[in-house]
């Protein structure tokens, strides 16, 4: 079985300012690894993936991350954010060669200020 | 296109009486998923249907709970003699198949109040 942990429940920045959220994971097999970001009151978005290939992923709005092996991560980062990316986002891992059932992270709230 | 649709949008019962809940998946999706999602927690997964293979339903938390999926289409979720427990925001995924089926697709979720 996988699991993934995001350390940290809350991350406050200001607008413009760079952000990473962090993720972790364990599984005994190879993983498939995604980002979703959820906006109030509303359903899950895919924001990037990783399959194979390049350990640096780049998704919509700005944002990529980079899976690193060794570290069994997936931390998400962008440069410079904006009041709207205010929003929960969650980590997400599936075992490859399994069921196509997703494990999530709790979440990370990622509130930025003016 | 349109999206993953669910219905009601929000839903409030009383202790003990059954509920159902409608989620119309993206067309032609194989694949559709239903969720959990607590207050301040993750996703929390419910059961998977594949084509028409039969579900996975090993994360359901009880016999109240039962869902179904007609014509490999529109799925139904439904909680039998609701517990206050059950409050939470309920949401529906679909995948497509072959190479985007590692990608869900996310209703906008109906939210359970239980009182």
């Known amino acids: 079985a996988q699991s993934v942990t995001q350390l940290d429940s809350q991350v406050p920045v200001f607008e413009e300012a760079p952000v990473e959220l962090r993720c972790n994971y364990s599984?005994?097999?190879?993983?498939?690894l995604f980002w979703y970001v959820q906006y109030p009151n509303q359903g899950l978005q895919l924001l990037l993936k990783?399959?194979?290939?390049?350990?640096l992923v780049k998704g919509i709005n700005g944002f990529e991350a980079e899976f690193n092996k060794s570290q069994t991560s997936f931390h998400l980062r962008k440069p410079s954010v904006h009041i709207s990316d205010t929003a929960e986002y969650f980590c997400a891992v599936i075992a490859s060669g399994g069921s196509y059932i997703p494990t999530f992270g709790r979440g990370t709230s990622l509130i930025v200020h003016p | 296109g349109a999206g993953v649709s669910q219905s009601p949008s929000n839903k409030v019962t009383e202790k003990g009486k059954d509920v159902e809940l409608r989620c119309d998946p993206i067309?032609?999706?194989?694949?559709l998923y239903w969720y959990r999602q607590r207050l301040g927690q993750g996703l929390e997964f419910l059961i998977y249907?594949?084509?028409?293979?039969?579900?996975?339903k090993s994360g359901l938390p009880s016999d109240r709970f039962s869902a179904e999926r007609t014509g490999g289409s529109v799925s139904t979720l439904t909680i039998q003699r609701t517990q206050q427990e059950d409050s939470a925001v309920y949401l529906c995924?679909?995948?497509?198949?072959?190479?985007?089926?590692?990608?869900?697709?996310f209703g906008p979720g109906t939210r359970l109040t239980v009182t």
């Open positions: 990783y399959l194979s290939g390049s350990t």
């Open positions: 995924a679909s995948s497509p198949p072959a190479r985007g089926r590692y990608e869900q697709y």
């Open positions: 067309s032609g999706h194989t694949a």
């Open positions: 249907f594949q084509g028409n293979s039969a579900p996975d």
């Open positions: 599984s005994s097999v190879s993983v498939y």
